[in-house]
């Protein structure tokens, strides 16, 4: 999970990956805000984590 503070008119992704962060690994969208309409407290979850050894998150942010 992520917690972190939103801005109006921006939406954010997590996403994930198992790859090897050396070698450009493809990133998954796994849980989304939709576009936020004021500044706001976020939590954006994983919802069905994968069994891996390793499993990196971030955070994209767009301005559509």
């Not at 939709?34 to 407290?41: E, K, R």
């Not at 390793?54 to 955070?59: A, E, G, P, S, T």
């Amino acid at each position: 999970q992520a917690r972190f503070d939103g801005r109006p008119n921006w939406i954010y992704t997590l996403q994930r990956t198992t790859g090897d962060l050396a070698n450009n690994p493809t990133w998954s969208p796994v849980s989304t805000s939709g576009m936020l309409s004021a500044d706001t407290s976020l939590l954006l979850t994983d919802p069905s984590p994968p069994n891996a050894a390793k499993v990196f998150y971030r955070i994209d942010v767009t301005m559509p």
